[in-house]
């Protein structure tokens, strides 16, 4: 369709065109993740009160975009390959965004679900919205099956059109108030828009989704690069940036004056929770008095939702999918690749479907979270930039909007992500003294016994003691928050799990347990099974790199503890929990006790290859072949 528009128009004119495509895609998954949730509750919320908010954020996430573009376009790689290049831990910052990807399907599953709302409401009685959302994940799933970048670019710009006109009606009938507007210019924080703010600079112009541009227009040049072919169409990408930011720029400006003028109707006041079902009825109410304005705002709410979804999960089962074959190494045929992603993200969404109704806190908590993420990235794509031939690097004003932008954004983010703050800099802070002994603990006779496979009963039991201990420590030296214990618990039966094995994991844990336990607490259940885990999965995770514990996998080990023991173990072993009350757990704990496992499972693999020594297997099924080796060494040299 575009090739065809472009081929009559005059030649001087077809390469600031040629790149339209992967822009528009960009810009229906960024409208689908903030215009119809997070902008409209802002809206009504705090007015236009935080208009500066979508400013700054446009313009950094502008600028992250066009650092992604000048790196595809000179040396025709995808961002994801050059993720791979980052000094430190081997594919770490590859992984780390595939794990953010696979998460962000529950922001994918609020959008589908918010989806079927509109149908719902446009053909009442029809199904059950979770249905709607499913039937449209289907639709989504035959349509993307084929793994063809120009029929998904096809169907968008059939979406963007519509979405133009859409907003060409919208602009004829609704008014704006200019005056408000340009007070909210003005950096203001108003009081209990925390958690809005960074929802907004996680959501606004899309969050992690930019990453996948450098992907739609690899797909666009086929891999094409060089000086020649940069220089030839930078202007056409930049171009196609250009507009797909000022779209999405126009869609959030008018969903937030939908926010506003739904809260002049409405009986709530600001700060009052604003639920899914109160922010569509206001709109609705206001739409209303325009020609057919019902009918529209649902059908055109549909189609920015349905193509955020799929513009959306293609790009990141493209990407997904070159991250695996890259980081892996395999033969296998990315088309393959691609549809095993594709199911994967269709089984986390229809699982979201069933432990989550409301769409609101789906796509709330998951743009707040993007929005440290994506500061962090930031300094990435600079490190990458000053890589690049000098012909494609950003100009020292791209540099300044970046570097202010990445610590603008840092800074507001952990500001005002109280958690961080509050709990996980101090669990770091204590986590200072627990070095200190496992400093000691390396220059003892005890850990190189446990190192070279030579521990024997007796010091097994040490070990269980002294570790059992640091995990009484970390609940006694944790933080008690709306009957919690945010703690770093964890990390003692982590690494009696890596030292001693998994049943030394497990002894240590029941230590720890057992003390948690006696303190009682509606999280005492989970709270003592999650410590027994960890202990236990550590000695497997140990004999699964046979020993290898690098310090990327240090960190993964400690995402994947905290994350079973806060998402699995608390709605598994705490039966009459709400879902409020859940969402105040993964918000209160999540993070600072990620933060602080990290932080101590990092400086003991440290201090092991410090001391020179590496981790050995002990597993109980098996034979200690490492000190049986070991034992060998020492026969032949006494022969």
Not at 23 to 39: F, K
Not at 47 to 62: D, M, N, R, S
Not at 92 to 103: E, K, R
Not at 503 to 519: C, E, N, W
Request: a neutral charge; aromatic letters at 14%; hydrophobic letters at 50%.
């Amino acid at each position: 369709m575009i090739q065809g528009i472009i081929g009559k128009l005059k030649s001087r004119y077809s390469d600031y065109l040629l790149f339209l495509g992967p822009g528009l895609l960009l810009a229906i998954a960024a409208a689908g993740e903030s215009g119809l949730t997070e902008v409209i509750a802002s809206g009504a919320h705090y007015g236009f009160e935080l208009i500066w908010v979508v400013i700054i954020t446009l313009i950094f996430k502008f600028a992250f975009t066009t650092g992604i573009a000048r790196y595809t376009l000179a040396t025709g790689e995808t961002i994801f390959d050059g993720l791979r290049k980052i000094p430190g831990p081997k594919n770490w910052t590859a992984y780390f965004v595939l794990v953010i990807y696979l998460l962000e399907m529950f922001a994918f599953a609020g959008m589908l679900l918010m989806g079927g709302i509109f149908l719902d409401y446009l053909i009442p009685g029809l199904n059950p919205p979770w249905f709607l959302a499913i039937i449209s994940l289907a639709v989504i799933m035959f349509l993307l099956w084929k793994d063809s970048y120009e029929r998904i670019e096809k169907i968008v710009v059939i979406i963007a059109v519509l979405l133009f006109a859409g907003i060409i009606v919208v602009l004829s009938q609704f008014y704006l108030h200019g005056p408000a507007i340009l007070d909210g210019c003005i950096p203001t924080i108003p009081p209990g828009s925390a958690v809005t703010i960074m929802a907004l600079m996680g959501s606004i112009g899309s969050g992690l989704n930019i990453l996948l541009y450098s992907v739609w227009l690899h797909e666009k040049t086929g891999g094409e690069c060089g000086e020649n072919f940069f220089r030839r169409y930078i202007k056409s990408v930049n171009l196609d940036l250009v507009l797909a930011f000022t779209l999405v720029g126009f869609i959030t400006l008018i969903f937030i004056g939908l926010g506003v003028s739904g809260f002049v109707v409405s009986y709530l006041g600001h700060g009052e929770e604003v639920t899914t079902e109160a922010i569509i009825s206001q709109v609705l109410y206001i739409v209303g008095t325009i020609p057919y304005g019902i009918t529209a705002f649902l059908v055109f709410g549909y189609i920015i939702m349905f193509g955020a979804a799929i513009s959306g999960m293609d790009g990141r089962a493209r990407a997904v999918s070159t991250m695996i074959k890259g980081a892996l190494r395999l033969n296998t045929d990315e088309k393959i690749l691609y549809r095993g992603c594709l199911v994967l993200f269709a089984a986390i969404i229809i699982i979201s479907f069933y432990y989550f109704t409301d769409p609101m806190l789906l796509l709330r908590h998951s743009a707040a979270i993007a929005s440290i993420i994506f500061a962090a990235f930031g300094f990435v794509i600079i490190y990458l930039d000053r890589k690049l031939p000098k012909y494609s690097r950003g100009s020292r004003l791209w540099l300044t909007v970046m570097g202010v932008g990445c610590f603008v954004f840092l800074y507001i983010a952990l500001t005002l992500e109280n958690a961080i703050l509050e709990f996980g800099l101090p669990l770091v802070e204590r986590i200072l003294f627990i070095a200190f002994v496992f400093y000691i603990l390396s220059k003892t006779e005890l850990f190189t016994k446990l190192t070279e496979g030579r521990a024997d009963l007796l010091d097994k039991i040490w070990t269980i003691a002294i570790f059992g201990a640091i995990s009484i420590y970390g609940t006694y030296r944790g933080i008690e928050y709306g009957g919690l214990i945010v703690n770093f618990r964890d990390l003692g039966p982590m690494i009696a799990g890596l030292l001693g094995g998994p049943v030394v994991g497990v002894f240590a844990g029941i230590v720890g347990a057992v003390y948690r336990y006696s303190l009682g607490g509606w999280t005492a259940v989970p709270c003592m099974a999650g410590t027994i885990f960890a202990g236990l999965f550590a000695g497997i995770y140990c004999h699964i790199y046979r020993g290898q514990i690098t310090y990327y996998r240090a960190a993964l080990l400690a995402i994947i503890v905290e994350c079973v023991h806060i998402l699995l173990f608390v709605p598994l072993f705490v039966t009459d929990i709400t879902l409020e009350q859940y969402l105040m757990v993964i918000d209160t704990s999540l993070m600072p006790m990620i933060t602080a496992n990290i932080a101590g499972l990092l400086i003991f693999v440290y201090l092991l290859k410090l001391s020179g020594s590496r981790l050995n297997d002990y597993w109980p099924l098996k034979k200690n072949l490492i000190g049986k080796e070991k034992q060998k060494e020492c026969d032949e040299d006494e022969n």
